[in-house]
Structure formats: structure tokens, C-alpha cells
């Protein structure tokens, strides 16, 4: 005898099933039109006005956040708000997606008229050719399906996931297009990991200013000592011209103290590490983590092209951030 459980598990088995051919066949089905589509969007000069109207309005507006995310303008037009005033964004450089299972939604059938006298070309999205819409359209891209997962064949389940996939269909080939690139991409995404990666650089993360530890070659280490314990653990030493020449850490100064008793009077240049891991300015902070994880330091004086210290990067600064190698 069949448990709930098993019972539960068959359904969800059967509706991934369902969708998943249905996704298969949508694949077999695409031809020049998608091309068409494709064109056509890439040599607009507006927007993509994506409509639709309930489970496929709400299809339309992730496939607005997608194309816009990948380089391609798009803004979402409620089917039913473009009849009552919203219609007025439209310009006649746009491009129309117009999404419906049936292509006969009443509040879309409301809106072509405006589209066809605005000279804008409709991209329909329908599983019906010979519908209003499919008959409307510039260019129709079939996303018909044989059956919805839902038992009754009613609930939008197959023919949502099928106009989702279409949509990513459509926005990746545009972003091959215009050699969207990830860098583009985290511009796009400044606030996520991908951006900060991408986009943060060790001059976003470093101390610098009155924060900025650093000690001249003759200063002796009770200077060095002081400066350390008001900062984070490094010092780095300069020349009179403010350029690096070595590096004190806590681990130098510990080393120090276990083998000499008295070392105040020592200059900063006979204890300092010379030569030491540093980076430019300007230098990605996922890069100067590289580093920093390659050469096992946890700060790296950042300078400029003439070896000056502009600044202090740390290690944990960096992973704070969400950066990851």
C-alpha cells in the first residue's frame, strides 16, 4: 500500500518530469524567429517593455530583471495599469514582449492597438500562432505546451517554466551578443559578492590618513613599538621620500623580545623586514587576497608607482567584505 509519503514523492517526481519535456520539446521548437527576436532587440534603440498579466505578468517581470541585469535595458508594464495611464512610457524606440499562455488576455488585446499605431514591434510569447496576439506579433516565439503539471491542467505550472526558460533563452543570447562580460556584470551588482570581487579595489579597504602606521628608518623601536600599538599590527618603514623599505609586524616584534631583553634604542631599519610583499594602488582586493594567502602575510603596505605608502591593506578587511578567493 502506497504511503502519503510515496504518494507525495510520485507527484513531485511527475510535475519535474512534465516540465522537463515540455522544456526538451520548447528547445526543438526554436528556429529563425528566436534569431529574429534577437536582432530585433539588440538593434533597437529603446527599451524592452516586457507585459503580461497575473502568473504571466509575473513571469514577465523575472525576465525584465534578467535582461536588465545582463546589459539589456528592460522596464515591466503591467498588462491592466498600461490601459489606465502607464501605456505613456512607451516610446516608439521601444520593443514590446507581450507574454500570454492563450494570447488572448483582454487587458493585452486592449494594448496592441497602441503598439501597432506607435510602430513598435511586438514579440509575442503565446503557445497560440492564430490567437489576437500570435497574430499580432512581429515575431512569435511558441511557447506552447502539451499539458500544465497541475492535475486539473488548469494552475499555470508547465507553461510558466516553459516562458522563464524562453526568457533566459532570450536574455543569454543577448548577452553573448553584446560581450556582456562579467566584469559588466558586477557592475551591474555592485552590493554582491560578484561586484566586490570584481570591482573593489585595495584602495576601497586600505587604512590610510591619520590611520596609517609608519615609522622612518632611524626612528628606534620604542617609536615603532608606540606607533604599533595605536595600529593594527604592521609598520611599515620609509625613507625621508615616504618610500617603503621594509616592514615590522607584531610577529618581528615578538621574535625581538624573546631574544633580546633590551631593543628600545635599535633603529627601525635593523629589526624591519626589508624588501617585503607589497601591492599597488588601484590593484583588485581579490588579487592582493591572492597574495596574501600565497606569501601567508595578513597586511601588505599598498603604494604608488614610486614605491610610496599610500596606504595599509589587511586581510581580514578584504574577507569581511565577502571577497573569497
Known amino acids: 500500500m502506497m504511503t502519503k509519503i510515496d504518494e507525495s514523492l510520485r507527484i513531485g517526481k511527475k510535475v519535474i518530469s512534465i516540465e522537463a519535456e515540455a522544456v526538451l520539446l520548447l528547445e526543438k521548437r526554436l528556429d529563425e524567429n528566436f534569431s529574429k527576436a534577437i536582432d530585433l532587440i539588440y538593434g533597437s534603440r529603446g527599451r524592452v517593455i516586457v507585459t503580461g ?3 504571466s505578468g509575473a513571469i514577465g517581470r523575472k525576465i525584465t530583471a534578467t535582461l536588465t541585469s ?6 515591466f508594464l503591467h498588462a491592466a495599469d498600461g490601459a489606465h495611464g502607464d501605456l505613456g ?7 514590446v514582449i507581450c507574454i500570454s499562455k492563450s494570447g488572448e488576455t483582454a487587458e493585452l488585446y486592449e494594448l496592441l ?3 501597432k499605431k506607435l510602430g513598435i514591434p511586438i514579440i509575442a510569447l503565446t503557445g497560440e500562432p492564430e490567437s489576437t496576439l500570435g497574430r499580432a506579433a512581429t515575431v512569435f516565439l511558441d511557447v506552447s505546451v502539451k499539458e500544465e503539471a497541475c492535475p486539473y491542467d488548469l494552475a499555470p505550472t ?3 517554466t516553459v516562458m522563464l526558460v524562453m526568457g533566459d533563452a532570450l536574455a543569454v543570447a543577448l548577452l553573448k551578443k553584446r560581450n556582456f562580460s562579467k566584469e559588466d556584470y558586477a557592475f551591474f551588482h555592485p552590493g554582491g559578492s560578484l561586484g566586490r570581487k570584481l570591482l573593489m579595489t585595495v584602495d576601497d579597504l586600505m587604512e590610510k590618513d591619520d590611520k596609517l602606521p ?6 628606534n623601536m620604542r617609536q615603532v613599538t608606540i606607533e604599533m600599538s595605536h595600529k593594527r599590527g604592521i609598520c611599515p618603514i620609509i625613507n625621508e621620500k615616504f618610500q617603503v623599505l621594509g616592514v615590522i609586524t607584531t610577529g618581528d616584534l615578538n621574535r625581538l623580545i624573546e631574544r633580546e631583553e633590551k631593543f628600545f634604542h635599535l633603529e627601525a631599519k635593523v629589526v624591519m623586514t626589508k624588501n617585503p610583499k607589497m601591492i599597488e594602488t588601484g590593484t583588485l582586493a581579490s588579487d592582493s587576497l591572492k597574495m596574501m594567502e600565497k606569501f601567508h602575510v595578513i597586511a601588505m603596505p599598498v603604494i604608488d608607482g614610486d614605491k610610496k605608502l599610500i596606504g595599509v591593506v589587511h586581510l581580514h578587511d578584504i574577507l569581511d567584505m565577502g571577497i573569497r578567493d
Do not use: H
Open 158 to 160: 508547465t507553461s510558466t
Open 53 to 55: 498579466l497575473g502568473k
Open 70 to 75: 545582463t546589459g539589456t535595458a528592460s522596464y
Open 89 to 95: 512610457m512607451v516610446t516608439r524606440d521601444d520593443i
Open 214 to 219: 609608519f615609522c622612518l628608518e632611524n626612528q
Open 113 to 115: 492597438p497602441v503598439f
